[in-house]
């Protein structure tokens, strides 16, 4: 099989694996709006990720198809280089399914405070405070290598940065007013997405 045929397999694998991931725990795990003390309203930021989402499907579904539809967008990149794509995009899942587990009945698939919420610190918690969203940072950043195609990565890593820095917003501030020195000292000890090199 060649490098390409194979990598044009991979990348909707990549995108439904994680459809169906997130699918998964939505439908086992979600919580009931009676449950919710407070929660975000979903504003511009969310719809223009949205778009760039709507972009990089069909982007995606286009390089699937017929590569050269997307030939103007391409990357000259090595093999070695976009199968470390793939091996970024396996980390991000581990850690997204570490993260999953760990926070067990604390997730929640919209940001939001909910009644008898715990502040969880154990597992990838001890080190980052957003394990989730760097896990969606990895997997989906990962198709700029995979697909070796500027239009297919930058749409997906642009959604996943724009919802995660308004998601991160958010949070942080919900989780400050509801614990409040106990989160700002765990602020201290923690990365926002990657562990902290100087505590």
Same mark, same amino acid.
């Given at each position: 099989?060649?490098? /390409? @045929?194979?990598?044009r397999i991979?990348?909707? !694998?990549?995108? !439904? ?8 725990y939505? *439908?086992t795990?979600?919580?009931?709006d009676?449950? @919710? %003390? *407070? $929660?975000? =309203? /979903?504003?511009?930021?969310? $719809? !223009? ?7 990089g499907? +069909?982007?995606?579904i &286009?390089y ?7 030939s103007?967008t391409?990357l000259?990149l090595p ?5 470390t794509?793939?091996? +970024? &995009?396996?980390l991000?899942?581990?850690l %997204? ?7 067990? =009945?604390?997730?929640?698939d @919209?940001p939001r405070?909910?009644?008898e919420?715990? %502040?969880?610190?154990?597992?990838p918690?001890?080190l980052?405070r957003?394990p989730?969203?760097?896990?969606? +940072?990895?997997i %989906? ?5 995979i697909?070796? =195609?500027?239009?297919v990565?930058l749409?997906w890593?642009?959604m @996943?940065i724009?919802e ?6 958010f949070e942080?501030?919900?989780?400050i /007013?509801?614990?409040g020195?106990?989160? =700002?000292?765990?602020? $201290?000890t923690t ?5 902290r +090199?100087?505590?």
């Amino acid at each position: 099989m060649q490098a /390409e @045929t194979m990598f044009r397999i991979i990348l909707p !694998i990549l995108i !439904i694996g994680f459809a169906a991931h997130r699918g998964y725990y939505v *439908k086992t795990q979600s919580k009931p709006d009676d449950a @919710t %003390l *407070k $929660k975000r =309203n /979903e504003g511009v930021i969310s $719809k !223009i990720a949205s778009l760039l989402g709507l972009i990089g499907f +069909i982007s995606m579904i &286009a390089y699937v198809v017929q590569p050269n539809w997307l030939s103007s967008t391409s990357l000259s990149l090595p093999t070695w280089l976009r199968g470390t794509g793939v091996a +970024i &995009a396996i980390l991000g899942f581990a850690l %997204l399914q570490w993260a999953q587990v760990t926070l067990a =009945n604390s997730w929640s698939d @919209t940001p939001r405070m909910m009644k008898e919420q715990v %502040l969880i610190t154990s597992g990838p918690y001890r080190l980052i405070r957003h394990p989730i969203y760097t896990a969606f +940072i990895l997997i %989906l950043s990962s198709t700029l290598l995979i697909s070796s =195609n500027w239009l297919v990565g930058l749409s997906w890593a642009g959604m @996943t940065i724009l919802e995660v820095v308004s998601r991160i917003k958010f949070e942080e501030s919900l989780m400050i /007013e509801y614990f409040g020195d106990q989160y =700002n000292k765990y602020m $201290k000890t923690t990365g926002r997405l990657f562990p902290r +090199i100087i505590k």
